[in-house]
């Protein structure tokens, strides 16, 4: 078991990070990279800087635009809460860190994580509820739209389990196994699926203003490519 | 020839004869992906879709129908699944390994019922976490299925004329029929209000030049007289080209191939008349397709002006002089999507209606966040599906009228004005009458003379339902070129 543990704590975790850290830079690299040349071409260069910013401050803190479906909405503002803060911030996780790499920084009480946890699992199961009680979700839902909130449960439910013994069934171990592989395969998982909006998300209202700014030419060339270039309407 | 049998639209008979559409759309694709810029939005839409549902609640289709085929994300996934197997690597290698979705004729029609039955409004943007634009995906997926010959026919024929007719223009009025029109509307303005108003052509070197929707020459006759009054009381130098006068650019609706010919068109008659700026009537889609000039037209394009944001300049530095009375019935503004939905021009058209209306209120919800009147995206002038446009697509901009109680609906927008008067009529609103700002402005501006205001009020509102209006002062002349083909002939866009 101990081998177990310390395959999934050491190279599986790494692996596993350093997959994340590439795809998504990747994935950012990518997109500023096609974010840049939209710019470059376009005809009229005149962003709306303001309007841009200000839809993407509004969705990064989207707090104040719950909507009609405000309970769904709630529940995936608590969700991400807790999904972002646990990981980077649980005292037990930061001290990882600094035996590992000698880094540290400073904790939530571990009150406020379990809070936290606790809302991760309970969230992670509303928003499946939800999604498939609620018409146009459930229509639109995919496969991975009821796997991954229930996939991404499972490293805080047995977190919480290893850091709260007493309310754990099960034996210690396979518990921190099970919490520990879970993770690195989310972890694995984030470039690969719509994880991937956690590095993409600052930059959608972008990318969606720069594409109405058409390259002045853009409609000839379609036209030449295609060979109807002297074509009749 | 036209067919009813495929789509809801017509579309021209050569297009249901192409054959390999799936290849060409394909390659359509592909062109339009190397050449544009809509891979940067694509690919993040493509990676990260949550498909939430948010985007439903605020589409007032979605909200009339409830069918899954109205969500907007669930439009726009037809696309993207397109996308992601034919132009990501992923896609591209999961379809060797294990197959899979393959593009097909059948899928190409659901594509082009699909994206006819969205106007691109553009409302659900707003309610995107991620910041998905469907109505860019509207957008594009238009484009390529314009390269497979899925056009609606009424969009075709009007873009056919403006570019290769010989009046370049989508109402298909010659000239001398233009002119006669002009005279007629001059004369009006003489008889009702005792002043000389010309329209004038080609006056090299103006500082505007005017590009109205062709159309209201035929059907918004209030309008266009509103528009010269403020032009002469204000003093500014004008004229109509008699190269080009139509503001209308259903490029905007299918193809940006055509935009740009269209935009480059007007830009032309610009830099012939040697104008300085170019002034866009009571249009929404003219206006926001005129915003594309500085991407078209090159380092001289000239500068874009709507008649809203002059009148309302002119109406702050005083120029414009107001009776003391104002409208008193109930009005409401409905705002076009084209020029309301990014925020451009919301408050220029209220504060000149808080300034000559009594009663004038809100619609709700309203400026960016407005319902679409139901027959944006050039669907208004598909006549065949008027039952669907005032049906499930109008019915929410319906019952924001009722609810607000107003007599007159305006408008600055001659689709939107169309769509709204079939609206009213379908759906027991027929006491209500839809009318252009320039309409409403031209009843309260004082002239200083003894003109006829009685009169003027009648001339402005009509004296029989909504949409009857427009019919009554059309020339002789104009009305027998106006072509046979009523799609083609009426429509611009909200």
Known sequence: MNAWLHLARGPLFWTALVFMVLGLLRHLALTL????????RAGDKDIPVRRVLQDTGRWLFPLRHLGERWPYSLTTFAFHVGVILVPLFLAGHIELWRKGVGLSWPALPNAVSTVLTLVVIVAAFALVLERASARASRALGRFQDYALPLFIAV??????????????????DPTLLVHMLSADLLLFLVPLTKLSHMILLPLTQLVSELAWHFPPDAGSRVGVTLGKEGERI | MATPTRYAYHVEAAALEMSDRPRRFLEAFAAILRHGSYNVALDAYARMSAKCGRCASSCQLYQSTGAPEDIPCHRSELLLRVYRRYFT????????????????????????????????????????????????????????????????????VSVREQLEGNTHNTSAIPLPALKDSCEFLSEELHDIYDVDIPYPFDVEGAEYVFFPAVSDFLMEADTLMGNAAVMHLTGASWTIGSHNYDGINYGLFYSDRMMERIVNQLVGEVHRLKGRKILVGECGHATRSAWYVPTFGGPDAPPVVNCLEYAYAMLEAGKIPLKAEKIPERVTYHDPCNIARVGRITEQPREILKAICSDYVEMTPNRTKNYCCGGGGGTVSIDEIRAFRTGPMGQRKATQIRDTGAELVVSPCANCKKQLRELCQDNDLGDVQVVGLHDLLLRVIDFGTNGNGGAAEDAALGAESSGSRGADPMPVTAAAVATPDAAGEEGEES
């Open chain 1, 33 to 40: 990279w096609e974010t840049a040349r939209a710019y470059h």
């Open chain 1, 155 to 172: 490293p805080f439910v047995s977190g919480l389990l290893v850091m709260h013994p007493v309310w754990n069934p099960f034996a210690a």
């Open chain 2, 89 to 156: 690597q992923s896609g591209v290698l999961k379809a060797r390994l294990f197959g899979g979705f393959t593009l097909t004729d059948a899928y190409i029609d659901e594509m082009a019922e699909a994206y006819y039955r969205c106007t691109a409004c553009r409302r659900c943007k707003a309610t995107c976490p991620l910041g998905m634009d469907h109505g860019l995906v509207t957008h594009l997926a238009r484009w390529t299925l314009a390269e497979v010959g899925v056009i609606p026919r009424a969009l075709l």
